[in-house]
């Protein structure tokens, strides 16, 4: 439950778009009918929030008053989304009629039929403005196979944050490499960075097993794994599927990665990130790697230490990358690195690619419609525009007028400067030529959530040594690989990336 506090900051930031929202019931009388979905019900499935369940359940009441449908959002824990959502789904169970989850497991519903092709919905909705999301976002996170299945509400891509008060003041310059990273983390760990004379850290990062920590590893390891351009993929090599997992720039980033936990809070690897996001804000931290929501939850005037001090920079990377014909390390140059800038390859990583909203199927039709009319409603500019400045939706950028309209960002409470650097970092990321993809092939969720979190957590409690932990990967990943079939996940693989 969200305190009081809390609630008051989501009052006065939606507060920000009445008028437009006055203006959107008036035109929406058009797009969506009084009465239109009287007595239709739409179950709608996502994870406990308040993130991303925030802005469904808030903006459930509108759509009602405007169509009649009742949208009941019922929430799962992160780790249990993916299972039984498909396992409602595959057993023809159906208690789900609509679903905002990862686009990244898009393969494993779409498939076997169980989403909805939305192809035909979209491009006869003029109100969602479809031009107006960004490419990336809307192939990525809505379309599979030449098909449309989901609807993009949220936008995502892992970024490295820092106290920008602090970093100035010590005379030190935003991390470009992870060496960078951890040199600043180091260096100021310990010291009190929020005046309650208490010393705090260098390094936040979310590492808690079977929560969304384990994509923090991956925005690490793409600097040393993919150099050559985002069709070169990082998770596998396009020749032979074989996993990028067992090599001396998975070796370096796990060394990154392990080494940031001295300079984190002592109970770092059971944090989940909403537990990261709170130490940032409150002041204790110097840097952090987050998705978008930091940029927002810091202009919070309730609960924010932080306004006007945070800084964003699209992920470090490293002078060394992977040489894949050795398996070695290997200095960065003209040949290897094409896009490094000042000698530094940086992979900046579309990290789980957005909450989007897919429909079931089986639904009947009515249902179907309502639960497309309420996503198109939810991502629509009049609603999304306001609801990606609010930290606690979990919604970050996608719209390219998000990234254009300062005036909704200065309304929300952020500085020009601050919004500039903010969506600046994202904007970055969004147009590199480097930009890291994730991983979207048949039971992706096995090979991250279920192989990689497990090896990394047991890696961070001590159960295993490096080589072990690598090891565990790559043969898990092998396994998968081997029981779905090789050469069509390598295909599918190939698909994703471009190639």
Known sequence: MKSSKSNSRLRRVAAVGTTSLCAVALAASTAFAAGKYDGVKVNIMTFTGPQIAEP?????????ELTGA???VV???????YTKLLTDF???TNSIDAAVFAPQWMVDYADPGYLEDLSGKVAADTDLKSDDIAGFFREFSQQYSGKTYMLTLDGDFHMAYYRSDILEAEGLS??????????????????????????????????????QAYWAILSIAGGFLQSKGTKQGAFFDTEDMSPLVNNEGFAAALDVYTESTKYGP????????GDTRGLFTSGRCAMTIDWGDIGTLAIDPDNSKVIDKVGAVMLPGSRKVLDRETGKLADCDADLCPHAVNGVNRAPFAAFGGWSGGINASADQKTKDAAYDFFSYMSQPAQSNVDVTIGKTGFNPYRLSQFSDMDTWLKAGMSEKAAKNYLGAIGASLDSPNMMLDLRIPKNQNYQQVVLDTAIARLLAGEIDKAAAMAAIEEGWIELNEDLGVDEQLRLYKATLGQ
């Open 266 to 273: 002592p109970d770092e690897i059971n944090l989940d990130v």
């Open 56 to 64: 469904l359940q808030r903006r459930a009441p509108e759509f009602k």
């Open 70 to 72: 009742e949208i009941n």
């Open 90 to 92: 595959a057993t023809g």
């Open 75 to 81: 929430t799962v824990p992160f780790s249990d989304l």
């Open 174 to 211: 935003p991390p470009e490499t992870w060496d960078d990273y951890l040199s600043i983390a180091k260096s100021l760990h310990g010291k009190d960075m929020n005046g309650d004379g208490e010393g705090d850290y260098g390094s936040c990062i979310s590492k808690k097993r079977n929560a």
